[in-house]
């Protein structure tokens, strides 16, 4: 029976959380990245795994960040109290297999849309703003292709990407360079950001308004068409970052009747589906920032309504001795079943309609 994209990311988490190597991987990152401080007072505390791991976790890009830094290392200018050194062999071996996983399924999922435009797919990959690393031709993957197929398919059969695939949309950014590209994509995805909460910038909401009526000035069509494009790799980069955390071991996070204090905020614009929620739980793991990953909230309110979301997490206010005790505040923004932050949005598009593109 078909299911949907994050439902099979889901079963792909579950598969690596059981994998041996993945464990290996997960509990190296732990011990890089968790310092056990010394009892003897005054005594200053240094690792060079620990600060090697802090400086690669701070870009949250997964595996990229390790092996760019181990890439770069004498190149980067880093604070003197910081002392990393690169990787041994055996972690950087490890840390490109997951890589490496990351990497393949992504291939997969863009392998149609790159035999059309190359540079359509790789403005579409999660890493396509950052630096290029080193990976060796002879690192294999976590999962094999036939485990990752399943997920691979549904992510074709999401409605934005078949709905990209019928407008032929390639065909309307083949004449622009991988520099525009990199331009269009990174203002888009600025403009997003700064609307993921409740205030949404003009240029979003004066687009909103013309969904209203058919799309006919070139501008806006290739608006629709990268708020789309925009949408599926952010859709990818949250795959990532979740199979990312399953290799690390890290479980999904729930706010729940047990933790949450009260929900502040829960409200929907013409970009997300926007809560804020206040609760006992500090969400806290060594993986990275918690910033993009995602959660699940699953409640009850009154008159019988029960909330079940998941969503993407944008904010996080933390409150170490309150009224509460240990608590914090969370922003986030749901997520679809396609793990598709700006739905609404997306929705309004799909809606509307993509003109099919004909001219070479």
Do not use: W
Not at 200 to 210: G, Q
């Amino acid at each position: 029976m078909p299911t949907d994209f994050r439902t099979e990311i889901f079963k792909l988490c579950k598969k690596l959380q059981k994998d041996e190597t993945s464990k290996k991987i997960g509990k190296m990152i732990h011990d890089m990245s968790v310092v056990v401080e010394s009892k003897k007072v005054g005594e200053k505390i240094t690792d060079s795994r620990s600060d090697f791991a802090y400086l690669a976790k701070h870009s949250n890009t997964e595996f990229h960040g390790f092996m760019f830094l181990d890439d770069n290392l004498e190149k980067l200018e880093i604070p003197h109290f910081l002392k990393p050194e690169h990787l041994t062999q055996e972690q950087r071996i490890l840390i490109e297999r997951g890589h490496k996983t990351l990497i393949r399924f992504i291939d997969l999922c863009l392998f149609d849309i790159a035999s059309k435009s190359n540079r359509v797919a790789n403005s579409m990959n999660p890493y396509f703003l950052y630096r290029e690393v080193n990976i060796s031709e002879n690192t294999t993957t976590l999962l094999s292709d036939d485990e990752l197929i399943p997920a691979v398919l549904a992510f074709k059969k999401g409605k934005v990407y078949k709905a990209l695939m019928d407008a032929n949309f390639t065909k309307l950014f083949n004449k622009i360079d991988i520099n525009s590209m990199r331009t269009l994509i990174s203002l888009l995805e600025n403009e997003i950001n700064r609307s993921l909460g409740e205030d949404i910038s003009k240029d979003l909401k004066d687009f909103s308004i013309k969904l209203h009526s058919k799309l006919d000035n070139i501008t806006d069509v290739m608006f629709a068409f990268s708020i789309l494009i925009l949408a599926l790799k952010k859709s990818l980069t949250l795959s990532c970052r979740l199979l990312y955390r399953a290799i690390c071991s890290i479980d999904l996070f729930v706010l729940n009747d047990d933790n949450i204090i009260n929900i502040e905020k829960r409200t929907s614009t013409v970009v997300s589906e926007f809560y804020k929620v206040f609760a006992q739980d500090i969400h806290l793991d060594f993986s990275g920032s918690e910033m993009g990953s995602i959660l699940l909230i699953d409640c009850d309110l009154p008159h019988d309504i029960h909330i079940h979301e998941f969503g993407m997490l944008i904010s996080q206010t933390l409150n170490l001795a309150g009224e509460f005790g240990t608590s914090a505040k969370y922003s986030f923004v749901t997520v679809n079943e396609e793990l598709i932050h700006i739905h609404r949005l997306v929705e309004e598009v799909l809606t509307i309609g993509l003109p099919i593109v004909n001219f070479d």
